[in-house]
């Protein structure tokens, strides 16, 4: 296998077959001359950090009518960002979106470093993000490694030490087949084909650019890599969620600490998340309900069950700790997830107060 040969052919067959996407300049408008916008090439990379491209499309669309420049963005009111992140799960992203863009913009004069060392300076921008927007917008030839190229490489040069410990080695073979010409469209290209052809089961092998140089595939091997060790058991936690709505429909809601997890994000007062379950923690004195289904949901490193607590109080009640939101300016879409899933736990609550 001549690495040069390899990369010729997935660009080939990258210029035939390229996905269309909001954020991608295609290999035709690149011909012609199109360069990359690298804040929306950053905007989409952070977005897709442990989410679908799917899932994404809709939020880079709303984010970018919104603040379609990287000023836009810096000059943003926190709230909005996070209010329009909601759903997107990883919150520690938005807080780092709205840093790097303020730095880009106080200390960059509002334009993207060029070079991948240069990007990782700026907060939230890690090796991957980094190489992505020097390769695609700045045509740096930086390798970018992604889940979908870790597998194209493990397939491709019959890798079966298992991940996480085999990632150097893959991104080595990786850099091996790194272009210094159009970089960034073949950094696309792989990841195109890990995404369509070169899945995680069920390859279509048949119709893949590569599959003549596949030392995975000659080896039978190529459906089962890369391997991945056993993942240890996720450890479940416990707490209580408070809903307290006014009898003028307003509804009390808690910040939460910038840093840990939904950090800054708006939400229901509760306890703390641990096993076995805290003590209860009202954030008022009321009459309180439990909801007759808990609330399950699954973070990175742990899965979580909340108790949902239910009230309606006066008007003229003062909370210990939140504050209530009028029902006119209550959004439950700008609830992160799992937020959201404790106000569909409490319907009978939510339909009184819809009803007013």
Not at 30 to 38: E, F, L, Q, S
Not at 197 to 215: F, K, M
Not at 282 to 308: G, N, Y
Request: charged residues 25%; glycine residues 6%; positive net charge.
């Amino acid at each position: 296998m001549r690495d040069a040969e390899v990369s010729e052919r997935l660009l080939d067959w990258y210029d035939a077959n390229a996905r269309v996407m909001p954020w991608r300049v295609g290999p035709a408008e690149r011909r012609a001359g199109v360069r990359p916008d690298p804040y929306r090439i950053w905007l989409s990379e952070v977005m897709l950090q442990q989410t679908t491209v799917a899932a994404v499309q809709k939020y880079f669309r709303r984010f970018t009518a919104r603040w379609p420049g990287v000023a836009d963005l810096a000059a943003a009111e926190d709230a909005e960002v996070m209010a329009e992140w909601a759903g997107l799960g990883y919150y520690a992203r938005a807080r780092n979106l709205l840093k790097c863009a303020r730095a880009v913009v106080s200390d960059h004069h509002g334009r993207f470093p060029e070079t991948s060392a240069a990007l990782r300076t700026l907060p939230g921008i890690g090796p991957y993000t980094a190489a992505a927007i020097a390769a695609i917008a700045f045509d740096e030839a930086a390798t970018v490694v992604d889940g979908n190229v870790e597998r194209v490489v493990a397939r491709l040069f019959a890798v079966e030490e298992p991940l996480p410990g085999v990632k150097p080695r893959l991104t080595e073979l990786a850099t091996r087949l790194t272009p210094a010409e159009r970089p960034g469209d073949h950094a696309q290209a792989m990841m195109d084909l890990g995404a369509t052809i070169c899945t995680p089961r069920s390859p279509a092998c048949g119709i893949c650019p590569l599959v003549a140089d596949c030392q995975g595939r000659a080896a039978g091997v190529a459906a089962s890599v890369p391997r991945k060790a056993p993942k240890p058991a996720k450890p479940e936690r416990r707490g209580i969620a408070y809903v307290a709505i006014r009898s003028d429909g307003a509804v009390l809601l808690e910040r939460r600490p910038d840093s840990g997890l939904l950090g800054g994000m708006l939400g229901w007062p509760g306890t703390a998340w641990a096993e076995p379950e805290p003590a209860p923690a009202p954030p008022l004195a009321a009459d309180w309900s439990e909801a007759p289904v808990p609330v399950r949901h699954t973070f990175t490193h742990f899965h979580l069950t909340l108790r949902v607590m239910t009230a309606t109080v006066p008007d003229d009640i003062a909370p210990d700790r939140g504050s209530f939101h009028p029902r006119a300016a209550f959004r439950p879409a700008s609830l992160p997830t799992v937020m959201r899933k404790v106000f569909d736990a409490t319907r009978p609550v939510e339909a009184r107060l819809f009803r007013r």
